[in-house]
Protein backbone atom coordinates (compact mmCIF):
# COMPACT_ATOMS: atom_id res chain seq x y z
CA UNK A 1 0.00 0.00 0.00
CA UNK A 2 2.25 3.00 -0.90
CA UNK A 3 -0.58 5.73 -0.05
CA UNK A 4 -0.45 8.94 -2.45
CA UNK A 5 2.61 8.69 -4.88
CA UNK A 6 3.78 11.85 -7.07
CA UNK A 7 6.24 12.08 -10.11
CA UNK A 8 8.43 13.31 -10.68
CA UNK A 9 10.09 14.38 -7.19
CA UNK A 10 11.87 17.44 -8.78
CA UNK A 11 11.64 19.68 -12.10
CA UNK A 12 13.14 22.37 -13.61
CA UNK A 13 11.22 24.37 -16.51
CA UNK A 14 12.70 27.16 -18.43
CA UNK A 15 9.18 29.99 -18.00
CA UNK A 16 7.03 29.06 -21.48
CA UNK A 17 7.51 25.11 -21.19
CA UNK A 18 4.79 23.07 -20.12
CA UNK A 19 4.68 19.49 -18.02
CA UNK A 20 2.14 17.55 -15.97
CA UNK A 21 2.44 16.84 -12.59
CA UNK A 22 1.29 13.20 -11.75
CA UNK A 23 -0.41 11.81 -8.85
CA UNK A 24 -1.61 8.52 -7.90
CA UNK A 25 -3.56 6.96 -4.67
CA UNK A 26 -4.21 2.77 -3.87
CA UNK A 27 -6.56 3.38 -1.26
CA UNK A 28 -9.56 3.57 -3.11
CA UNK A 29 -10.01 7.17 -2.20
CA UNK A 30 -12.93 9.34 -3.93
CA UNK A 31 -11.80 13.12 -3.03
CA UNK A 32 -8.51 14.34 -4.60
CA UNK A 33 -6.75 17.46 -4.26
CA UNK A 34 -3.93 19.74 -5.17
CA UNK A 35 -1.96 22.11 -2.99
CA UNK A 36 1.16 24.15 -3.51
CA UNK A 37 3.39 25.47 -0.59
CA UNK A 38 5.03 28.57 -1.00
CA UNK A 39 7.32 29.65 2.06
CA UNK A 40 5.46 31.79 5.16
CA UNK A 41 2.06 31.13 3.15
CA UNK A 42 1.02 27.50 4.23
CA UNK A 43 -0.83 25.26 1.51
CA UNK A 44 -3.04 26.68 -0.55
CA UNK A 45 -5.70 24.51 -3.08
CA UNK A 46 -5.00 25.17 -6.73
CA UNK A 47 -7.94 22.60 -8.28
CA UNK A 48 -9.62 19.61 -6.10
CA UNK A 49 -11.91 16.42 -7.44
CA UNK A 50 -14.52 15.82 -5.01
CA UNK A 51 -15.14 12.25 -7.27
CA UNK A 52 -14.25 10.54 -10.67
CA UNK A 53 -15.43 13.11 -13.53
CA UNK A 54 -15.52 16.32 -11.45
CA UNK A 55 -13.10 18.96 -10.71
CA UNK A 56 -13.53 22.51 -9.12
CA UNK A 57 -11.31 25.29 -9.14
CA UNK A 58 -9.33 25.98 -5.34
CA UNK A 59 -8.33 29.02 -4.47
CA UNK A 60 -5.57 29.59 -6.64
CA UNK A 61 -6.36 27.85 -10.48
CA UNK A 62 -4.91 29.82 -12.65
CA UNK A 63 -2.18 29.27 -14.86
CA UNK A 64 -2.89 24.95 -14.30
CA UNK A 65 -5.41 22.92 -15.72
CA UNK A 66 -6.02 19.07 -14.31
CA UNK A 67 -7.30 15.67 -15.04
CA UNK A 68 -9.36 13.20 -13.07
CA UNK A 69 -8.15 10.47 -15.74
CA UNK A 70 -10.22 8.00 -13.05
CA UNK A 71 -10.33 7.09 -9.69
CA UNK A 72 -6.91 6.35 -9.05
CA UNK A 73 -5.24 9.52 -10.77
CA UNK A 74 -5.94 13.14 -10.66
CA UNK A 75 -2.88 15.08 -12.86
CA UNK A 76 -1.98 18.94 -12.87
CA UNK A 77 -1.06 20.48 -16.01
CA UNK A 78 1.48 23.85 -16.56
CA UNK A 79 0.38 25.08 -19.89
CA UNK A 80 3.09 27.71 -19.99
CA UNK A 81 5.44 27.63 -17.35
CA UNK A 82 5.77 31.16 -15.38
CA UNK A 83 8.74 31.81 -12.34
CA UNK A 84 5.66 32.75 -10.15
CA UNK A 85 4.88 28.57 -10.24
CA UNK A 86 8.05 27.84 -8.74
CA UNK A 87 6.33 25.86 -5.47
CA UNK A 88 6.40 22.28 -3.79
CA UNK A 89 3.35 20.83 -5.05
CA UNK A 90 1.49 18.24 -3.22
CA UNK A 91 -1.29 16.13 -3.85
CA UNK A 92 -3.66 14.68 -1.57
CA UNK A 93 -6.59 12.30 -1.31
CA UNK A 94 -9.87 11.53 1.20
CA UNK A 95 -12.07 8.71 1.26
CA UNK A 96 -14.81 11.53 -0.17
CA UNK A 97 -15.45 15.24 0.52
CA UNK A 98 -16.97 14.47 4.17
CA UNK A 99 -13.85 13.16 5.55
CA UNK A 100 -12.12 14.54 7.77
CA UNK A 101 -7.95 13.25 6.94
CA UNK A 102 -6.35 14.25 3.60
CA UNK A 103 -3.53 11.90 2.91
CA UNK A 104 -0.77 13.48 1.32
CA UNK A 105 1.91 12.66 -1.32
CA UNK A 106 5.53 13.31 -1.21
CA UNK A 107 5.55 16.67 -2.73
CA UNK A 108 6.91 17.64 -6.16
CA UNK A 109 9.31 20.78 -6.23
CA UNK A 110 9.08 22.37 -9.33
CA UNK A 111 11.35 25.63 -10.16
CA UNK A 112 10.76 27.99 -13.30
CA UNK A 113 13.73 29.79 -14.66
CA UNK B 1 -14.55 32.97 4.86
CA UNK B 2 -12.61 30.19 7.10
CA UNK B 3 -9.50 30.96 8.03
CA UNK B 4 -6.85 30.20 10.63
CA UNK B 5 -3.73 31.99 12.07
CA UNK B 6 -0.46 31.22 13.83
CA UNK B 7 1.02 33.86 15.17
CA UNK B 8 4.27 32.49 15.82
CA UNK B 9 6.96 31.51 12.87
CA UNK B 10 9.18 29.93 15.24
CA UNK B 11 9.16 28.21 18.74
CA UNK B 12 11.84 26.79 19.90
CA UNK B 13 12.24 24.09 23.71
CA UNK B 14 14.33 22.21 25.52
CA UNK B 15 13.94 18.60 25.23
CA UNK B 16 11.39 17.19 28.19
CA UNK B 17 10.02 20.61 28.56
CA UNK B 18 5.82 21.04 27.49
CA UNK B 19 5.92 22.79 24.18
CA UNK B 20 2.83 25.14 22.86
CA UNK B 21 2.09 25.56 18.97
CA UNK B 22 -0.56 28.05 18.77
CA UNK B 23 -3.22 28.38 16.49
CA UNK B 24 -6.79 30.78 16.51
CA UNK B 25 -9.49 30.32 13.44
CA UNK B 26 -12.11 32.17 12.11
CA UNK B 27 -15.40 30.47 10.91
CA UNK B 28 -18.94 30.86 9.78
CA UNK B 29 -20.99 27.59 11.34
CA UNK B 30 -19.40 25.26 13.91
CA UNK B 31 -15.27 25.07 13.65
CA UNK B 32 -13.71 21.27 12.02
CA UNK B 33 -10.04 21.89 13.24
CA UNK B 34 -6.88 20.20 12.31
CA UNK B 35 -3.14 20.01 12.93
CA UNK B 36 -0.52 18.41 10.18
CA UNK B 37 3.09 17.81 10.73
CA UNK B 38 5.56 18.02 7.83
CA UNK B 39 8.89 16.57 8.06
CA UNK B 40 11.64 17.86 5.64
CA UNK B 41 11.40 16.70 2.45
CA UNK B 42 7.89 15.19 3.42
CA UNK B 43 4.28 15.18 2.70
CA UNK B 44 2.10 16.28 5.35
CA UNK B 45 0.62 14.11 8.23
CA UNK B 46 -2.39 14.30 10.07
CA UNK B 47 -1.99 14.54 13.74
CA UNK B 48 -5.56 15.14 15.39
CA UNK B 49 -8.94 16.73 14.66
CA UNK B 50 -11.54 18.36 16.57
CA UNK B 51 -15.09 18.11 15.05
CA UNK B 52 -17.11 17.56 18.02
CA UNK B 53 -16.94 17.13 22.17
CA UNK B 54 -14.38 17.07 24.30
CA UNK B 55 -12.10 20.37 24.47
CA UNK B 56 -9.00 17.96 24.75
CA UNK B 57 -8.40 15.93 21.80
CA UNK B 58 -5.54 13.63 21.69
CA UNK B 59 -3.50 12.42 18.62
CA UNK B 60 -0.47 10.92 17.19
CA UNK B 61 2.79 11.20 18.83
CA UNK B 62 1.81 12.05 22.17
CA UNK B 63 0.19 15.59 20.49
CA UNK B 64 -2.81 17.00 22.37
CA UNK B 65 -4.57 20.11 21.24
CA UNK B 66 -7.01 22.15 23.42
CA UNK B 67 -10.27 23.75 21.41
CA UNK B 68 -11.22 27.04 23.53
CA UNK B 69 -14.36 28.49 21.91
CA UNK B 70 -14.65 31.34 23.49
CA UNK B 71 -10.88 32.32 22.44
CA UNK B 72 -11.25 30.73 19.00
CA UNK B 73 -8.27 29.08 19.83
CA UNK B 74 -6.82 25.71 19.24
CA UNK B 75 -3.60 24.94 19.99
CA UNK B 76 -1.07 21.92 19.87
CA UNK B 77 0.69 20.89 22.88
CA UNK B 78 2.56 18.41 24.18
CA UNK B 79 4.26 17.88 27.72
CA UNK B 80 7.46 16.70 27.10
CA UNK B 81 9.17 17.75 23.93
CA UNK B 82 11.35 15.40 22.12
CA UNK B 83 14.08 16.24 19.51
CA UNK B 84 12.38 14.15 16.88
CA UNK B 85 9.38 16.29 17.10
CA UNK B 86 11.27 19.11 15.24
CA UNK B 87 9.27 19.91 12.54
CA UNK B 88 6.99 22.26 10.64
CA UNK B 89 3.39 22.35 12.19
CA UNK B 90 -0.18 23.54 10.07
CA UNK B 91 -3.08 24.20 11.56
CA UNK B 92 -6.16 23.95 9.42
CA UNK B 93 -10.25 24.61 9.39
CA UNK B 94 -12.39 22.70 6.92
CA UNK B 95 -15.22 24.39 5.38
CA UNK B 96 -19.08 22.43 6.99
CA UNK B 97 -20.98 19.72 5.92
CA UNK B 98 -23.77 22.87 5.02
CA UNK B 99 -21.37 24.46 2.89
CA UNK B 100 -22.46 22.96 -0.65
CA UNK B 101 -19.69 22.34 -3.53
CA UNK B 102 -16.42 23.25 -1.50
CA UNK B 103 -17.07 20.63 1.54
CA UNK B 104 -13.99 19.39 2.23
CA UNK B 105 -11.45 21.81 1.44
CA UNK B 106 -9.43 22.35 3.80
CA UNK B 107 -7.76 26.34 5.04
CA UNK B 108 -4.44 25.79 6.00
CA UNK B 109 -2.26 28.48 8.15
CA UNK B 110 1.28 29.54 7.34
CA UNK B 111 2.86 26.94 9.68
CA UNK B 112 5.26 27.04 12.32
CA UNK B 113 8.64 25.51 12.28
CA UNK B 114 8.98 23.84 15.86
CA UNK B 115 12.98 23.35 16.39
CA UNK B 116 13.42 20.89 19.65
CA UNK B 117 17.38 21.37 21.34
CA UNK B 118 18.80 18.57 23.43
Known amino acids: NAGVTQTPKFQVLKTGQSMTLQCAQD?????MYWYRQDPGMGLRLIYYSASEGTTDKGEVPNGYNVSRLNKREFSLRLESAAPSQTSVYFCASSFDRTSYEQYFGPGTRLTVT | AQSVAQPEDQVNVAEGNPLTVKCTYS??????LFWYVQYPNRGLQFLLKYITGDNLVKGSYGFEAEFNKSQTSFHLKKPSALVSDSALYFCAVRDGLDRGSTLGRLYFGRGTQLTVWP
Open chain 1, 27 to 31: MNHNS
Open chain 2, 27 to 32: VSGNPY
